[in-house]
């Protein structure tokens, strides 16, 4: 059972990454994912924290990185949509975490 205040967080992190507006919810976690059941990736990926915790800390390090966080000006609208910037990588990794192996797979491969 969630205590209230973790509830509330995880209620807000979900609202927060999932566009309601365009019928986005929570990635449903599939059996069938590229990670089994109880895998370590799925267990940090699953908690809250940890997903905070590590996502600031690879925010940050991709910040200090300039080639990095020069590709991500040059190749990405994150200047023009923040948040939606962060919806598609906190879905990208949901989906090839939780998701059936059939839709990471898909999520994965190269844009042609």
Known sequence: MLSPVRHALVRQVRNTFNDRARGEKPVPASDEALFPRGSVIRRVHGDVTSMMVGGVAALLMQ??????????????????????????????????????????????????
């Open 63 to 112: 910040m200090l990185h300039p080639k990095a966080l020069g590709g991500v000006w040059d190749h990405s609208d994150v200047a023009e949509d923040q948040l939606g910037r962060l919806r598609r990588t906190a879905r990208f990794i949901a989906v090839t975490t939780f998701g059936h192996r059939d839709k990471a797979m898909a999520a994965i491969a190269p844009a042609v």
